[in-house]
């Protein structure tokens, strides 16, 4: 399985660099819940396991907006708008990006995800044991123009020693010839990774090749440092399709704005239904109503 073949990387490559499993695809073909069976599975495997979260708008343990990294010291078993305190996890740290998407901030969301993963690498320095714990990391479904330099970006950064990159099922890789890829793990250069894209995507888009903004993400997150090899698994995924015929909520469920607003506020009101979007017309005086007044201390917060 993925879980032992990754265990196995860990054993063998522990004094070389950190134990870090990135999952990677398009939207809607479960990478949240890839996430979640990979951070169980590891917890019983390792005991601990920390897991960093890099989709603004849909995270899974904190609102939207923010990067995170946490530390897992238990099986994840609610659904993500049921909020934080109902899972055995601790945030670590967390950053916050600007918007609920990387596109508002592009350099801003590249440094946040190179801070949670400092704070990883701190708690690798700090750990005793001849194991380090490992890091999942969860990646947006933006794969097209910026979306996919911003996956680059974090590529870069968190150096995964195993990738998990899941296909929609109409999926189809194709390189810069026109010809397919091969689908079967294998070690292959990072860069070589972000190049292939996803589905009818042609190597990188214009920004790698000129621009300031590519070479502003470069720097924000660090990646001026040789680019490590990786494992590279491609699975097929399959999650039915979420939308109706000829519309656009998913069947059965809320939108991605509902979700949004659910994962914010479950984070304030745990006397609100996880499951109920709110409803029309609903002022922000009376959702903060009921809350207790506080000052944040500035002395505690850190900007930039």
């Known amino acids: 399985s993925f879980v032992e073949h990754f265990a196995t990387l860990i054993r063998t490559t522990a004094a070389e660099r950190p134990p870090v499993m990135l999952v990677a695809g398009a939207r809607n073909v479960g990478k949240s819940t890839c996430c979640r069976y990979f951070v169980n599975a590891l917890w019983s495997t390792f005991g601990e396991v920390y897991f960093l979260e890099t989709d603004l708008g849909q995270p899974e343990l904190t609102p939207p907006g923010l990067v995170s990294l946490h530390h897992i010291h238990g099986p ?3 659904f993500s708008q049921a909020g934080r305190s109902t899972e055995p996890a601790s945030c670590v740290g967390s950053f916050f990006a600007g918007a609920t998407t990387a596109a508002a ?7 946040s995800v190179r801070a949670a993963f400092e704070a990883y690498l701190e708690v690798c320095r700090k750990c005793t044991s001849s194991t380090l714990p490992p890091l999942v990391v969860n990646s947006h479904g933006w794969l097209t123009g910026l979306g996919l330099e911003l996956v680059s ?14 296909r929609s099922g109409s999926a189809a890789i194709v390189e810069e010839g ?3 890829v091969e689908t079967s793990g294998g070690s292959s250069p990072l860069a070589a990774r972000v190049e292939r894209g996803e589905g009818a995507k042609r190597r990188r888009s214009m920004l790698a090749k000129c621009g300031p903004l590519a070479r502003e993400l470069k720097c924000a997150a660090h990646t001026e440092a040789v680019e490590e090899s990786s494992v590279l698994v491609d699975v097929d995924s399959v999650a039915k399709p979420s939308s109706a015929p000829g519309g656009r909520r998913p069947v059965g469920g809320p939108v991605a704005a509902e979700l949004r ?3 914010f506020a479950s984070c304030f009101r745990s006397d609100l239904d996880p499951c109920r979007p709110p409803t029309a017309g609903l002022a922000l005086r009376d959702f903060f109503g009921p809350l207790p007044r506080m000052r944040l201390p ?7």
């Not at 901030?105 to 440094?111: D, F, Q, R, T, V």
């Not at 970006?153 to 899941?166: K, T």
């Open 76 to 78: 994840l078993l609610s």
């Open 261 to 263: 607003w659910l994962r």
């Open 178 to 180: 026109g010809s397919e």
């Open 298 to 304: 500035l002395a505690e917060l850190r900007f930039g």
């Open 153 to 166: 970006a974090v590529l870069a950064a968190v150096q995964p020693l195993l990738v998990i990159r899941i």
């Open 105 to 111: 901030h592009p350099s801003l969301y590249a440094g």
